[in-house]
């Protein structure tokens, strides 16, 4: 070949340099050959690397391991799915939001809207959302540790979450509501008639202030995953296909069923096809992490005991330990606690009563301060105590057991109650992340007494003063 090249440019294999005249005509067919391996080299390098990209794309890529969960991996196809769900979910909630609102409000949450439905095209270009994947993770991990609790979920669970869900006819939940103690109920009644507030009528959208941007996620959109925390376990998955009127009477079994299916298939167009989901990604990825949720959060709930073992209290929180060592002299040398509280705390919430928490149970406070106040009888005052929210002094001014546990106080430990076994299990968990980990939820910056502590005192407005009339004499200030 090197030979025939010499030879059309005149010059031979090995012996003496000969020229010969090379013809346009021979010239040109070089040129094209040459012209024709250049396009082939360069076709066969672009589809040698279409095909590269197209493995990566939609081999490699939909089967990577983002994290996995006690051996158990969530790949990056599971991801988009869930990521896409969440999307379509704030797309609709958004635009209802935007419906019920007006001016500024109305806009903002009509960009929101717009905004997710943008990132709805790009998830698989986008980086990994950490709260989506946060909540597969926690769906995975109810899944895996429901056993420890003695509970289990099953096909017919999930058939029957699944047919609440598309059925017309709303039944009673398979799970009856938790009560309260008698005596407690009675006290929430007395304590609301006592105060006689009037309640404000209820918005129908979250409020948005003008010129400030709503949150970027609904208050509810976590439910469209299951997952506890944004959203109490129960909630009916989100998503709900838009467009279904309530029927104006109960149906009969026929209607019902007709009812169902038609719900399901508008479900399937508007929500399921655009997430790139099948019914039985629906099931593995919503339904079944929900169920188990559910059945996670109602045991825990119950266990709550309605009375418990209480302590009435209060304190006094400053920044620094010098200031409480200074708080702690000025007690010993008989200053009044409620008095300090009032002029000293920096928990404003309670240092107008005097640093009052009221009656709480253990569980309620951060560790440090629950131990502390526990360990005191009625009238004793502790030594400072140092936690994340600054220095305290305690006193307990009284002990009761078996206490009805307040409404409120109950319904906030019932709240918890999940929150706090999935961080137990998450920390006794191998969970690997081949992507960023989620940042953790920070501690709250400031003190949060008590559900049941005494209500901030309104202050008396003072009189106004009547306009003066022209050409009259102020009226005099009476003497008090």
């Known amino acids: 070949m090197i030979d025939r090249v010499r030879r059309l440019f005149g010059r031979g294999g090995s012996g ?46 939909p089967h990577q391991t983002l994290v996995t969960v006690n051996g158990t991996a969530i790949d990056r196809a599971d991801y988009w799915m869930a990521r896409k769900l969440t999307l379509i979910n704030e797309v609709q909630q958004y635009s209802q939001y935007a419906q019920f609102s007006t001016g500024q409000q109305a806009t903002q949450y009509q960009q929101l809207a717009q905004q997710a439905q943008t990132q709805l095209g790009t998830v698989e270009q986008d980086s990994v959302d950490p709260g989506t994947l946060s909540q597969l993770v926690d769906g995975q991990i109810a899944l895996q540790k429901i056993g420890t609790l003695g509970l289990s979920v099953t096909n017919a669970d999930v ?34 008639q006592a105060e006689q507030t009037a309640t404000p009528s209820a918005s129908p959208v979250p409020s948005a202030t003008p010129g400030t941007t709503p949150s970027a996620t609904p208050s509810n959109a976590s439910t469209v995953l299951g997952t506890p925390g944004a959203a109490t376990p129960g909630a009916t998955p989100a998503a709900t296909p838009a467009g ?41 990825l919503v339904a079944r992490p929900e169920v188990a949720q559910q059945k996670i959060d109602y045991k825990l709930q119950s266990a709550v005991p309605t009375r418990a073992d209480q302590i009435h209290a209060a304190h006094i929180l400053v920044a620094t330990q010098e200031a409480a060592n200074a708080i702690e002299d000025q007690l010993k040398q008989g200053a009044d606690f409620a008095q300090l ?20 149970p253990r569980g309620v406070m951060v560790k440090a301060f629950e131990d502390a106040a526990f360990s005191l009888q009625p009238g004793q005052v502790s030594q400072p105590v140092h936690t994340q929210f600054g220095w305290h002094i305690i006193k307990v ?17 019932r709240n918890q109650a999940f929150t706090n076994w999935l961080d137990q299990q998450r920390a006794q ?47 005099a200030t009476p003497t008090p």
């Open 244 to 284: 279904t009127p309530a029927p104006a009477a109960t149906p009969n079994p026929q209607q019902a069923a007709a009812t169902a299916t038609a719900t399901y298939q508008q479900f399937k167009t508007n929500v399921l096809d655009k997430a790139g989901m099948s019914l039985d990604d629906y099931r593995r």
């Open 341 to 360: 509280a009032k002029d000293k705390s920096t928990d404003k919430t309670t240092a107008v009563n005097g640093g009052d928490l009221g009656w709480f």
């Open 16 to 61: 003496p340099t000969t020229r010969r005249r090379v013809s346009r005509r021979e010239r040109e067919e070089f040129q094209r050959r040459l012209v024709i391996i250049g396009i082939t080299i360069a076709t066969v390098l672009l589809v040698l690397i279409l095909g590269i990209g197209a493995v990566y794309q939609y081999l490699y890529l």
């Open 429 to 475: 968990s191998s969970i690997k992340w081949n992507v960023a980990p989620p940042t953790p939820t920070p501690t709250p910056a400031e003190f949060q007494p008590p559900a049941g502590a005494p209500p901030t005192p309104t202050p008396t407005p003072s009189p106004t003063p009547l306009p003066a009339t022209p050409g009259a004499s102020p009226a």
């Open 159 to 192: 058939d029957q979450l699944l047919a609440q869900f598309f059925s017309p006819v709303q039944t009673a939940s398979p799970t009856p509501t938790l009560g309260t103690d008698p005596t407690a109920a009675a006290w929430a009644t007395a304590t609301a």
């Open 397 to 413: 001014s009284a002990k009761e057991t078996n206490r009805p546990v307040d409404v409120s106080i109950l319904t906030q430990l």
